[in-house]
């Protein structure tokens, strides 16, 4: 039976394909308690095919980079204008934010002033660097759910409520890890580029560059190329077409799970992948790059010594990061090979990186987050009630 409509409304906005992801599964949880609850806003397919309904995309908002923004800027403005539009017409009850904080702070401010309580879902890093926003946020936001551990102790320190909710990439990553490759097996070694455009216009030549050093050691070797959801598999197939060589690459566009169930090792963008592929026991090399004055701009500002989320949460260098000018393809090579030679010391780092599960809580994030969206809903029917 379809359930009745629900008179309240919803707005959610994901801008990357990590929090489209991460918000359709909250709206998942979300149904299951309000099935017929509206929902709109901005992102991508995952929150489409929840039946979201996406009143502009994500794909062209998506950017990495302080000075790289610059170039979206008509676009952001455009999504902005947009969105504040929705919050006049459709006064919505709930506004749920995901990550993306320089466009989604801009947005909390235009729902505060119209009375609409804001649930931000996964923190700006604001514990890395520009910590005055935390100031912004107390303003602007009623409820953080965070999913890293040590987030929750920061927010309550400067009075902002705030929920550790576990990370929700236990809720795919949870059961019991793929089994490694057999030690003796060709070695298989995964790219993932990232998702954004910039990003993966960045790294992956740099990467393709790197696989083929690497296949002039192992004779044996196969690549596997991530293409993710909002950046059109064509795109990277010609990309990696520019880079022929003798040992075969695969275009997967169909998650990461795929890659990282069959991969010795990948080679990571920073970011949410490198969490992943942690989860999934699958040592790695995690590589960052940005424009040089966004690189020196954060490097000026940033206030942690790693910037990979698996070494933040361990709290040493678990594994290994090139950094911009170190992210070439003669040094990720030879950081890889050295990696693959050694069977040690790979199943050592799977052992050492499956540990990290036990740091993020345990799995339902999204049912928990869906539970403080529920309960903010509440309040707000209290508030405006007729006494």
């Not at 759910?145 to 987030?151: G, K, R």
């Not at 275009?251 to 090792?265: E, K, M, Q, T």
């Not at 940033?302 to 594994?319: F, M, P, Q, T, Y």
């Not at 999204?366 to 405006?384: G, H, P, Q």
Request: proline residues 8%; aromatic residues 4%; positive net charge.
């Amino acid at each position: 039976m379809t359930p009745a409509p629900d008179p309240r409304c919803v707005m959610i906005v994901a801008g990357e394909a990590s929090g489209d992801l991460l918000g359709a599964n909250l709206v998942r949880a979300l149904r299951r308690q309000a099935p017929g609850l509206f929902v709109c806003g901005i992102g991508g397919h995952h929150l489409r095919a929840q039946g979201v309904r996406i009143l502009l995309d994500a794909s062209r908002l998506a950017v990495v980079g302080i000075t790289e923004v610059l170039g979206k800027l008509p676009v952001i403005w455009e999504a902005l204008g947009c969105a504040q539009k929705l919050l006049q017409s459709l006064r919505p009850e709930l506004l749920i934010l995901i990550d993306f904080p320089d466009f989604n702070l801009r947005l909390a401010r235009m729902a505060k002033k119209r009375g609409v309580p804001v649930l931000y879902y996964v923190s700006p890093q604001v514990w890395a660097w520009r910590q005055a926003r935390v100031k912004t946020i107390k303003r602007r936001v009623d409820h953080m759910a965070v999913i890293l551990p040590f987030e929750a102790d920061f927010y309550r320190a400067h009075g902002v409520p705030v929920t550790f909710v576990g990370h929700p990439l236990l809720d795919v990553w949870g059961g019991a890890p793929p089994p490694p490759p057999a030690a003796d097996a060709p070695p298989v070694v995964g790219l993932l580029p990232g998702s954004r455009e910039g990003e993966i216009r960045r790294l992956l030549p740099v990467m393709l560059q790197a696989a083929r050093r690497l296949e002039k050691r192992f004779e044996t070797i196969r690549f596997l190329v991530s293409a993710a959801p909002m950046v059109a598999r064509e795109q990277v197939q010609e990309m990696v077409a520019r880079f022929p060589g003798r040992a075969p690459v695969a275009v997967v566009a169909d998650g990461i799970a795929p890659i990282l169930r069959g991969c010795h090792l990948v080679l990571a963008a920073s970011g949410t992948v490198t969490l992943e592929a942690a989860l999934g026991g699958v040592p790695m090399v995690i590589a960052y790059k940005v424009s040089p004055l966004s690189y020196r701009i954060g490097k000026a500002l940033i206030r942690v010594k790693h910037i990979s989320l698996v070494n933040l949460i361990a709290g040493r260098e678990l594994v290994p990061e090139l950094i911009q000018d170190q992210a070439n393809p003669a040094n990720i090579a030879a950081v890889a090979a050295g990696m693959l030679a050694d069977s040690r010391r790979l199943a050592f780092l799977r052992a050492e990186l499956l540990t990290i599960r036990s740091l993020l809580g345990g799995g339902g994030a999204s049912a928990r987050v869906a539970a403080i969206a529920l309960e903010l809903l509440k309040n707000r029917e209290a508030a405006v009630a007729p006494s």
